[in-house]
């Protein structure tokens, strides 16, 4: 089965701080996915990234920025947590149209 | 690029009632449409997919169908349990290989 692994399900942080979001991936898959998930919203696209090094910005990538420097790892970046930051955080992974593979989330609360 | 519909936002049936959930899509380019189911506290997991060269599939109490034409898709659930109560999301790749996902329905199964 494929694991997809973050590194925290809970985060508390402090407005200003800076946040680094984990996400591992066991499957050697090129695609690496964040998503941020809001009652109502759905799966908001952050960034992704089909390689190492590479990034493209997803749909509302302002605030964020990410590294993958090896394969099976994707962080996800927060410069300066803001309050409207607190969210769901989903990694997904996968090949081109193929399913997903999705980490249980982050919860991340900012106060 | 894609946009991807998906109605209704909220379902309630009995137990033992079937559930429709349905979806529209915008890019005509597009050949994937995965459902994912997602449960309290997890990520969403994939449970039944479709290619465009396909009208329908089925995996036991579940069945997905396309209609090209229309640009529309739909997830079928027979005999619901409360064990389907989760929020459903549809999604559309093909045209981009970035999926595009519906906002979700959250199916309230009573028993």
């Known amino acids: 089965d494929v694991k997809v692994t973050q590194s925290s399900r809970y985060l508390v942080k402090r407005t200003g701080e800076k946040v680094f979001l984990e996400c591992v991936q066991d499957m050697d898959h090129e695609n690496m996915f964040w998503y941020r998930q809001d009652p109502g919203l759905g799966l908001r696209l952050i960034y992704f990234?089909?390689?190492?090094?590479?990034?493209e910005k997803g749909d509302i990538p302002e605030g964020y920025s990410v590294s993958r420097e090896k394969k099976e790892r994707f962080s996800l970046i927060l410069e300066s947590a803001s309050t409207n930051q607190t969210s769901m955080y989903l990694c997904?992974?996968?090949?081109?149209?193929?399913?997903?593979?999705f980490g249980n989330g982050t919860r991340l609360t900012v106060t | 690029g894609e946009n991807v519909e998906q109605h209704p936002s909220t379902l309630s049936v009995q137990e033992g009632d079937s559930a429709v959930i349905k979806c529209t899509y915008s890019?005509?380019?597009?050949?994937?449409f995965p459902w994912y189911k997602q449960e309290l506290g997890k990520g969403p997991q994939l449970i039944i997919d479709?290619?465009?060269?396909?009208g329908e599939k089925k995996d036991q109490r579940i069945a997905v169908t396309l209609n090209k034409t229309a640009k529309h898709f739909s997830l079928h659930i027979t005999e619901t349990q409360p064990e389907d109560s989760a929020v459903y999301f549809c999604?559309?790749?093909?045209?981009?290989?970035?999926?595009?996902f519906g906002r979700g329905t959250s199916l309230i199964v009573h028993p």
């Open positions: 890019d005509s380019a597009s050949n994937y």
């Open positions: 479709i290619r465009s060269n396909v």
């Open positions: 999604a559309a790749s093909g045209g981009s290989y970035i999926p595009t």
């Open positions: 997904a992974t996968g090949d081109t149209n193929s399913p997903l593979h």
């Open positions: 990234s089909y390689d190492v090094k590479m990034k």
